[in-house]
């Protein structure tokens, strides 16, 4: 993967008369994992969604190693290596696990980023070798989660946006799951911004995090002094 | 039995053409969700186009292929000016669009080639075969038609299950916004989807057409028994278009020839209304209502 710095500045998305993300300022390293942590409803999906051209902001900008990718579409944002791994992990449940992957591969070629290919993928994910020709709506949440990573690999990307990774999924997926990551991006230097709602997880595995509240950010620091602090842990991360 | 020989082979050689127009339909339901109405009246257009070059001297395989490319640019430039606009509003919004683009076309053939009933000519014989001094209404005409749809669809097939293309189309059509994450220019996507339906619907037209009368309303019953067998195959199906096409040629064929020919449309519309009482989703259509 290329590493590609991700700068966001007073992003503002509004979804009507709703302020979803509210001039938020974000700056997300390569080989470093940003935690994007709060409650429910506090504009953590409309961050990403924002960054990656699915809606459109009504104020600041989105760059991307310097270059303003604001109001791109969300196919050339993907284009230019920002992976969004969205929300309900975004498996194509009609196509087959190889062909969830062979699209990923599609953009990576597209890119000319090949450093990962399938053979790669399925060593990495065995479960996902076994139902390699099986429709995707068999797999388990764990193995979907397997699956859009591997996909959004081998698109080989800068920057890699999940959402919730950990919904729904056992601890000890989860656990093997933010390992993989985390090795990930020590090895290659991809540039990774982590949506949680799980922070204690999130924070285990992050350099540095923001913690948003009704679309504003009201904390910023790095990964290990967010998780000392108490009291900001007990109002907005419910630990 | 021999009549029964008879009616079941050129049930089978309408069925090919309502298939193939079905399937059209459903090319373009599976990729922008839209009932195209005005499908027929695209292929009426292009099958006028043929006949201008037929009737100036050539062939009728530079007529065919003339046609069907005219169809690839036509339903382009459709859904990227016309259609466009109202994909992803209010679906009576685009309701609305195809059937005006259907009167439009009407009219427009109208203007520019006359009403007049003309003849299209067949590239194959239309005489039946004779077995022994059994007569079979089965015409190498009739066998043209069908190795022609067949032909099509296993190209559709080979284009969507093998190629990196097809893939992109499936998954622009399954999923826009994960699609467009993965860098599928689902814009281009529709369009194409658009532009071989349109060559599929121009195909129905220029097969139907072939020895027989040709004026700006032709296609109506093909229109009609094509929309009737693209919901009884499932409109999401298209190997239901295909199951559903030739069960409704069989079908319109048996009223026609057992019970009369005043009772094939009744026969259609009572078709219709059972599949939606019934079955409304169609026999192959994978779910029977869509969360929105």
Known sequence: MSTGSLEVRGLTTSYGAVVAVDEVDLVAEPGRITAVLGANGAGKTTLLRTISGLVRPSAGQVLLDGADLTRTRAEEIARAGIAHVPEGRGVITELTVEENLRLGALLGAARRRTEHGLAEVYEMFPPLAERRRQDAHVLSGGERQMLVIGRALLTGPSVLLLDEPSLGLAPRIVAQIFALLRGLVDAEGTTVLLVEQNARSALSIADAGIVLNLGRVVARDDAATLAADDALRHAYLGF | ?292
Request: aromatic fraction near 10%.
């Open chain 2, 1 to 292: 039995m021999q009549q029964f020989l008879n009616v079941t082979l050129t049930g089978l050689g309408q069925g090919a053409v309502y298939a193939a127009f079905a399937l059209a339909l459903v090319l373009i339901w599976r990729s922008t969700r839209i009932v195209n109405f005005a499908q027929g009246a695209m292929g009426m257009f292009t099958t006028y186009l043929a006949l201008t070059l037929i009737e100036a001297g050539q062939s009728y395989w530079v007529g065919l292929v003339v046609a069907l490319v005219a169809g690839l640019v036509l339903g382009a430039v459709i859904e990227r000016l016309v259609i466009r606009p109202v994909e992803g509003g209010p679906e009576l919004n685009a309701v609305i669009v195809t059937l005006g683009l259907f009167v439009a076309l009407q009219a427009l053939a109208a203007i520019l080639f006359g009403s007049t009933f003309r003849s299209f000519p067949a590239p194959f014989d239309l005489r039946g075969f004779t077995v022994g001094d059994v007569n079979i209404a089965f015409t190498a005409n009739s066998i043209y038609v069908i190795a022609a749809v067949v032909v099509v669809m296993l190209a559709l097939v080979a284009l969507f299950r093998f190629t990196d293309l097809g893939l992109q189309m499936r998954a622009a059509a399954f999923s826009q916004e994960v699609s467009r994450l993965l860098g599928v220019r689902v814009g281009r996507m529709l369009t194409l989807g658009w532009a071989l339906a349109a060559v599929v619907g121009s195909l129905s037209g220029l097969l139907i057409a072939g020895g027989s009368l040709v004026f700006p309303a032709y296609m109506d019953a093909v229109i009609v028994y094509g929309f009737v067998a693209a919901v009884l195959g499932g409109l999401d199906s298209p190997g239901g278009a295909v199951v559903g096409g030739l069960t409704i040629g069989l079908l319109l064929s048996y009223v026609s020839g057992y019970l009369g020919s005043e009772l094939v449309a009744l026969a259609a519309l009572a078709t219709l209304v059972a599949v939606l009482l019934v079955r409304p989703q169609g026999l192959f259509a994978s779910t029977a209502a869509r969360r929105v």
